[in-house]
């Protein structure tokens, strides 16, 4: 994931697969299970993070960590810290 970040921004987004999935499920962490967020709420999130959001969604959704239905996002996957 080094390769990728620096200073907490996504300096590119890979292209491999399995690479990308790493990344994306370190986005995915930014967001709170079981809350909805707007698109604008989520570029806004993804955009403190890459300049290219749309992108970023588009991959989260099709990855499924993300989900969305009637212009409204929410959390479907990624790892979940247990808080132990």
Known sequence: MRAFVTDGRLTSIPTSHAKRLVILDWLAQLFEPGRR????MVNLVLGQ?????AAL????????FLDRE????????????SGE
């Open 37 to 40: 967020y707007s698109e604008q």
């Open 49 to 53: 993070h890459h300049a290219d959001t």
């Open 57 to 64: 969604r588009r991959y989260m959704v099709e990855a499924g």
């Open 70 to 81: 009637a212009g409204q996002y929410w959390r479907s996957g990624g790892t979940v810290e």
